[in-house]
T-cell receptor, first 110, second 117 residues
Framework: GQQVMQIPQYQHVQEGEDFTTYCNSS?????IQWYKQRPGGHPVFLIQ?????EVKKQKRLTFQFGEAKKNSSLHITATQTTDVGTYFC??????????FGTGTRLTIIP | KAGVTQTPRYLIKTRGQQVTLSCSPI?????VSWYQQTPGQGLQFLFE???????NKGNFPGRFSGRQFSNSRSEMNVSTLELGDSALYLC????????????????FGPGTRLTVL
């Protein structure tokens, strides 16, 4: 079946450093969503990207959707301890179900 | 507006038993999706229901089934439990209607933590 690959699986950063997670698909996505799951919590919607080359920002978070709509990235500038959690991308192929990436678990070293 | 609720929150069962989990979506949402989350496999899609009909199905054995009621509440059932079914089962609701359903935001419930002994 169609898959969404996400890297890295884990990322440990010093507080204040930047963080990036990447998602890739072998086929074109109709849209991609990003979710954050805090430890012990449930996934919470962050943002959705629909257009080719789209870039959206939420404070220190920058989301990009590739020109070919096959890849996406989430970049966090100057990480804080509140950024701890697992970040998932979720892509949709046409009108099919949402396919989640494997997630990137971010830990912050104070 | 109340969020997605799932009951029970925790459940312990033994192998061979069956279990039923319940999900109440956000008021006005007509689509309910179920996911299994395990440390090794991440978030795996089980199925999606819309207007009491299964709209999408993941790659799980027939022991996993679900249904949706006219008030959009949904249940999932797992029969003949196996040790590997231990996981966090998440339900997510979305509007699910019209031409925008493909871009729907999913709102997750807190999950049901199932342990199979």
């Amino acid at each position: 079946g169609q898959q969404v690959m996400q890297i890295p699986q884990y990322q440990h950063v010093q507080e204040g450093e930047d963080f990036t997670t990447y998602c890739n698909s072998s086929t074109t996505l109709s849209n991609i969503q990003w979710y954050k799951q805090r430890p012990g919590g449930h996934p919470v919607f962050l943002i959705q990207l629909v257009k080719s080359g789209e870039v959206k920002k939420q404070k220190r978070l920058t989301f990009q959707f590739g020109e070919a709509k096959k890849n996406s990235s989430l970049h966090i500038t100057a990480t804080q301890t509140t950024d701890v959690g697992t970040y998932f991308c979720a892509g949709r192929f046409g009108n099919e179900k949402l396919t989640f990436g494997t997630g990137t678990r971010l830990t912050i070293i104070p | 507006k109340a969020g997605v609720t799932q009951t029970p929150r925790y459940l312990i069962k033994t192998r061979g038993q069956q279990v039923t989990l319940s999900c109440s979506p956000i008021s006005g949402h007509r689509s309910v999706s179920w996911y299994q989350q395990t440390p090794g496999q991440g978030l795996q899609f089980l199925f999606e229901y819309f207007s009491e009909t299964q709209r999408n199905k993941g790659n799980f054995p027939g022991r996993f089934s679900g249904r949706q009621f006219s008030n959009s509440r949904s249940e999932m059932n797992v029969s003949t439990l196996e040790l590997g079914d231990s996981a966090l089962y998440l339900c997510a609701s979305s509007l699910g209607t019209g031409t925008t359903w493909g871009t729907d935001t999913q709102y997750f419930g807190p999950g049901t933590r199932l342990t199979v002994l």
